[in-house]
């Protein structure tokens, strides 16, 4: 009586079937998948979503019969990675909600970056001995892009909670295991932080262990925030003030180790981050508090952030102004800045000479190109909300909201599926991309409902164009 409602569509679609239902349907589908991966999946009773994210493994030559996830970091690496890491400040409650409970019940509870490397995994010792044969590991990548669909990747990908049962991984060695995932993001700036999973047997994809995980995750996101309060408080109290973080080396490219480790604790409680993307006016967060900048201060501190070595008051203006900048606009703007800056932290205020940031920030804009150098453009499209500061005639930002666009739609174009190029299409600056909508005409099945919007939207265009 389960599935007595429609049983031809839920079989043609999957859903409404409980997770060991769907195994047969997803092992058929590993036949027609072939052993590279190769060809597209079409076999009713397959989730959509399982089917989609196999034809986007595949299309990031993940490997299905590939026994073990790579390792990304080594452990001296990941020890350093992990202490600065703002998911550090989460553990104790992820430790009691989800660790101590999973000894007693044969599971396991990880911990990933943003970009899907397990930096945690912990629970049932016997389960974590079985879980190391296909390297399931701190210091493993489990993104989409390397291991094929998995809770952790996918999760990240998709930007949502998900489950996968047995079969329905991409990865072969894989199918004797379960797990149900949900994305982690920063309470005060949204920025994407990592991912909450729970992998074991049938019992890690049980209905009640998605609400389980999400609970945990809110709860977590609630004691981040109190801490940050609580230590802002502190620190107002006090007038000592905290060591400038370290320079980070680079050559004028974007840092994506935008950490500070907080003295006295076990892992930095923030990401310092600068949100730009598809905003007027960044919104900054750092140490804690948060604050709306104007335009012209949003300006000034996507530059700097884009140039961690620093840059000069006549190089700072030049990327600054339309035209022939005046250094001494730029001095009295800085002058207004850093009485913006002093607010949220002293050690925020830039140096001057030359103009630099003295504290570890990561834009957003920082973590997409991040993503696609490694290849994430799922994750990328899910953090790019639109251009950067997109009504800025800043030389400086012109060209870094050309240069971030350009990368994005290349790398979806490129190696996005239909999903990925629908979801780029919605974004403001895709509005007339034909080209986008053309491809991702031609990656749909024939008989997909998301078609006739396409065709629309390109006959829309066709018409406006002609006009």
């Not at 060695?173 to 909450?196: E, I, M, N």
């Amino acid at each position: 009586m389960r599935n007595s409602v429609e049983p031809t569509a839920v079989r043609a679609s999957g859903a409404g079937l409980d997770p060991e239902a769907r195994q047969p349907y997803a092992r058929a589908g590993h036949e027609q998948l072939g052993s590279l991966g190769a060809g597209l999946v079409q076999v009713p009773g397959l989730r959509s979503l399982i089917r989609e994210s196999w034809q986007r493994s595949a299309q990031l030559h993940a490997n299905p019969d590939n026994p073990e996830a790579p390792l990304a970091m080594d452990r001296e690496e990941l020890e350093e990675y992990r202490r600065q890491h703002p998911l550090a400040a989460i553990m104790p409650v992820i430790h009691k909600l989800l660790v101590l409970p999973s000894h007693d019940s044969g599971m396991l509870v990880a911990v990933g970056d943003e970009v899907g490397r397990l930096l945690w995994v912990e629970g049932d010792p016997a389960m974590q001995r079985r879980a190391e044969g296909m390297m399931f590991v701190p210091g493993a990548d489990w993104s989409e892009a390397t291991v094929g669909t998995s809770a952790p990747g996918t999760a990240l990908a998709l930007g949502r909670g998900i489950q996968i049962a047995g079969a329905e991984h991409y990865k072969r060695s894989v199918h004797p295991w379960s797990c149900t995932a949900v994305p982690f993001h920063d309470p005060d700036s949204g920025a994407l932080l990592g991912v909450v999973d729970i992998t074991g047997t049938e019992s890690a994809v049980a209905p009640h262990t998605l609400s389980l995980v999400e609970a945990t995750v809110a709860a977590a996101q609630a004691h981040l925030r109190v801490e940050r309060l609580q230590l802002a408080a502190a620190r107002h109290a006090s007038p000592a003030r905290r060591r400038p973080a370290a320079a980070v080396a680079g050559s004028g490219s974007v840092t994506a180790a935008a950490m500070a480790a907080v003295p006295g604790r076990p892992g930095s409680l923030y990401r310092n981050s600068l949100q730009l993307l598809g905003r007027d006016q960044a919104v900054l967060s750092l140490d804690g508090g948060t604050v709306t900048l104007s335009a012209r201060h949003s300006e000034i501190l996507a530059l700097l952030s884009a140039h961690p070595n620093g840059l000069s008051a006549e190089q700072l203006s030049a990327l600054l102004y339309p035209g022939d900048g005046s250094t001494m606009t730029l001095r009295a703007e800085m002058v207004r800045l850093r009485k913006v800056l002093l607010q949220l932290n002293p050690d925020a205020v830039p140096e001057s000479r030359p103009y630099r940031l003295r504290v570890d920030l990561m834009p957003d804009f920082g973590q997409v190109l991040s993503c696609l150098q490694r290849g994430a453009h799922r994750i990328a499209l899910e953090i790019y909300r639109g251009a950067v500061l997109p009504r800025s005639e800043a030389p400086g930002v012109t060209e870094l909201r050309g240069r971030v666009s350009r990368l994005l739609r290349e790398a979806v174009l490129t190696d996005g599926s239909a999903e990925s190029l629908l979801k780029y299409a919605q974004l403001p600056e895709a509005r007339d991309d034909v080209e986008v909508r053309t491809t991702a005409l031609k990656l749909l099945p024939p008989r997909s409902p998301k078609r006739s919007a396409v065709v629309a939207d390109l006959e829309r265009l066709e018409t406006e164009l002609s006009a």
